[in-house]
């Protein structure tokens, strides 16, 4: 199984650990190379310091086909990016990407994207923790459809589900 | 027609202020206060605060109801974000992005933005029709980019000097349809023969720019 991961944050590196431990193929991309020192010193995956949202960049680390594309940069709009380029131009067979604005993490699950909402997460819980009711929606947005753009037609790429189950198949 | 411009940098704030002197209603939202305020002083309240990525921001401007949404920040990924928003959450009917790095551009695209403006790429294509490169200039792109309009500027050494034009056999799929020599155009006659200096237009699929090439530039390299 491969994995490409968007953002080497402390979200990032501890994923690229955990399925590289787990025996994932997992190439790690950050635009600073100081990101890549959370990686532990067993990291048996590949770092490489470049731009997750330049397609000839992701294409010649060879981020082609993966069965799972994260978008965990610290900015929502290079993460909307980032996936989409994962779906629409390199065949990821599932994205995630990391929307901490609620609105837009809903909007882009209603386009075929997975999202997660730290802000929900968070929320749902302290929410939880005190005992009170938890929302519909705690944070992980799963997309209704596959991915579409305007002209309607969906992308064949895209598996709607949620993606821990895709992890634990691993 | 209400236009919605997002992005307060120099190209935002010169098209808001033509936009209002040609008479159109304008709202221009820029996320950074500061820049905001020193624009406000000068093109008044159509200026918004704000940043538009943002759904509930772009709403309160009045995305629902705008006719065009120009998303014209530094950076691409929110420009495509901007766009995406518009057309999907709020049904614009035209979007418009600013693309900083011409690859972008097959995905914006294919993302449904619906027109795609790169100033790097027309910067480009200006240096290359001004200096003598041996290398065939993209004049344009039909369609969604299946086609091409090629130039080649014939110098000493092409294979192409001396022949008909007609004749030079072009890979299929391309078509050799006129020649400007001396800075006029020239339609292609029976016996057109091809001369130093003169410009072939050509049309074709992407795919047979290299044959195309040999055909008309040949191979070498130095000026």
Known sequence: MKAVIVGCGRVGAG?????????????????????????PS????????GDGTDEDTLRREGAEGADLFLALTEGDNRNVMAAQLGIEALGARQCVA???????????????????????????????FLGQA????????SPEVPHTHVDGQPHAAVAPGDVSQTTREA | MFVLVVGGGKVGYYLTKELIASGH????????????????????????????????????????????????????????????????????????????????????????????ISPTRMILGSIEQDIPVHELLHLAALGVGELEIIEAHLQAGSPAI?????????????????????????????????????????IGRPDCEEELRGQLIGEHVEA
């Open chain 1, 98 to 128: 990391k929307i901490n604005d609620p609105v837009r993490a809903e909007a882009y699950a209603h386009l075929g994207i997975t999202t997660l909402c730290r802000t929900n997460l968070m929320a749902t819980a302290v929410l939880g």
């Open chain 2, 25 to 116: 209603e304008v709202a221009l939202m820029e996320k950074d206060r500061r820049r905001a305020d020193q624009i406000k002083e000068e093109i008044g309240s159509v200026v918004i605060a704000q940043d538009g990525c943002e759904g509930k921001y772009l709403h309160e401007a009045g995305a629902n109801r705008a006719d065009i949404v120009a998303a014209v920040t530094g950076d691409d990924e929110d420009n495509l974000v901007i766009c995406q928003m518009a057309k999907h959450h709020f049904a614009v009917p035209r979007t418009i992005a600013r693309v900083n790095n011409p690859k972008n551009e097959r995905l914006f695209r294919h993302l449904g933005v619906d027109e795609i």
């Open chain 1, 15 to 39: 994923l690229a650990h955990e399925l590289d431990r787990a025996g994932w193929q997992v190439l790690i991309l950050d635009t600073a190379a100081a990101a890549f020192d959370r990686l």
């Open chain 2, 162 to 202: 001396g022949k008909i034009a007609l004749d030079i056999p072009v890979p299929a799929g391309c078509s050799v349809f006129g020649v400007i020599r001396n800075g006029q155009p020239t339609p292609l006659k029976g016996d057109t023969v091809l001369q130093e200096g003169d410009k072939v237009i050509a």
């Open chain 1, 42 to 49: 067993t990291f048996g995956g590949t770092a490489i310091r």
């Open chain 1, 134 to 141: 938890i929302p519909d929606h705690p944070g992980i947005y």
